[in-house]
């Protein structure tokens, strides 16, 4: 049995190494966004098919403040990140910083910023019982920007080893905590201007003893490889980039450690020892924010956001690749804007836009198999499609998750209801689906 598991892992793997390693690796853990292979599959766990708000609830915790961050997961404990308002008021800024910070871009009026402190929060719950083992206050401080109607000031995954945890708040500082909850270091980047004042959300990617943080905003932009001991950068490079939401994927290919950042100007690959860029590849449209996601030797990275793109870029290649022979293939309907892809096996599985609208292509050579099917249950989608045992999970902004069967034919086993919206992406750990609502963690259990 395990080594059937092991080739199964190897076959949504490719040759390539990325976060984790081997099934023993992954089992039991969901370490950060997107899971033990930075795709949303994960080979081990045997998540329910059917749950309400009244059946298969394992638990149910309210979290304070709000935050859209996905729930991570190691051993017996679950992460999550979120930014509490408090009553406090923070000193006036002057007329000529409000103007300066509520300046409109592009024609849209901004939302004003809140004038309270918040608190910044990492909290530390049980998978067993959801009971609260730690929490601690980052930081307090006061959002420079509103953000978007519907982005939180907490809306990036933490990361963990195992040994600590990492947790980026963007503009508020990137903090290192034990596992137990002591605080080791926090990194102060500088203050993010995204476009529109959407606010932040981009996660960071840890691999080994790096942690790496993509900054793309309206200001100068650049991504940094930290020393996940210290916080002490390793190095940082400018980025030619607007603002973006788009989380790195790591991995190991062609001979070198690849940090691969999706952008609609470039998608790049820098190597994680230097900071070098290794290949560049144009051709994505406006706000990227789906992680690319590795098959074999290729990456697969998409956008949706007013067009559609999707690219196929050979992991051996190097230098300027745009329009080139040696894109493996490329999609310009059906992709996602907010969700990331779900790769599971050689099934790349993807909703048009922020709508219940599915499509699968090979991965392969990126043939449509199933093609832009309506999840007639779900409109609208934030929350990225997660694949385990056979079957692939996607959560709706009502709070609706529809469970399909993972094949060629467009399969639907069960549509479950809660009663709380979902944007953050799924967990899926053992016998356990984590679905954080607006207000609740939920775990649900066989």
Request: glycine fraction near 10%; charged fraction near 20%.
């Amino acid at each position: 049995m395990r080594s059937a598991l092991v080739a199964w892992t190897l076959i949504a793997l490719g040759s390539h190494t990325t976060i984790a390693q081997t099934v023993s690796e992954s089992s039991g853990k969901w370490p950060n966004w997107r899971g033990p292979y930075c795709n949303g599959f994960t080979p081990d766990a045997t998540p329910p098919i059917e749950w309400s708000e009244t059946s298969g609830i394992a638990w149910k915790r309210k979290i304070p403040g709000r935050g859209s961050g996905s729930p991570i997961v190691w051993g017996d404990r679950v992460f999550v990140t979120t930014a509490v308002p408090t009553s406090k008021v923070a000193t006036p800024v002057s007329d000529e910083q409000s103007q300066a910070t509520q300046r409109p871009r592009f024609g849209r009026r901004r939302r004003e910023p809140p004038t309270n402190l918040y608190q910044f929060q990492v909290l530390c719950l049980s998978l067993n019982s959801g009971e609260a083992i730690w929490s601690q206050t980052a930081i307090e401080a006061v959002p420079h920007e509103a953000g978007h109607s519907t982005n939180t000031h907490a809306s990036a995954s933490p990361v963990t080893d195992g040994t600590h945890v990492f947790a980026s708040f963007g503009s508020q500082g990137i903090f290192c905590f034990t596992i137990d909850g002591d605080r080791v270091w926090q990194r102060d980047l500088g203050e993010m201007q995204t476009r529109n004042a959407f606010g932040e959300g981009a996660s960071p990617a840890l691999y080994g003893d790096t942690l790496v943080v993509n900054w793309d905003h309206e200001g100068q932009s650049f991504i940094t490889a930290l020393d996940a001991a210290s916080g002490e950068p390793r190095w940082q490079r400018d980025r030619d980039e607007r603002t973006t939401w788009a989380t790195p994927t790591v991995v190991e290919a062609a001979g070198k450690t690849q940090v691969i950042v999706n952008a609609s100007n470039r998608t790049r690959s820098y190597d994680l020892m230097s900071g070098d860029v290794i290949w560049q590849c144009g051709g994505q449209v406006g706000n990227p924010i789906p992680t690319p996601v590795v098959y074999e030797d290729t990456v697969i990275c998409m956008s949706g956001y007013r067009g559609a793109a999707i690219y196929a870029v050979p992991l051996d290649a190097t230098g300027d690749i745009t329009d080139s022979d040696l894109i493996r293939w490329h999609v310009d309907v059906g992709s996602p804007y907010v969700p990331s892809p779900l790769l599971y096996g050689w099934r790349l599985y993807f909703t048009k836009s922020n709508h219940g609208i599915l499509s699968m292509v090979d991965a392969r050579s990126g043939e449509f198999v199933i093609d832009q099917k309506r999840l007639t249950d779900i409109r609208s989608i934030y929350a990225s499609p997660v694949g385990a045992d056979g079957r692939v999970y996607i959560s709706g902004r009502d709070g609706t998750t529809t469970v399909l069967r993972n094949g060629d034919d467009f399969d639907v086993l069960a549509v479950n209801h809660l009663d709380e919206g979902i944007d953050a992406s799924p967990a899926l750990v053992g016998k356990r689906l984590l679905l954080r609502g607006t207000q609740h963690l939920y775990c649900i259990s066989q």
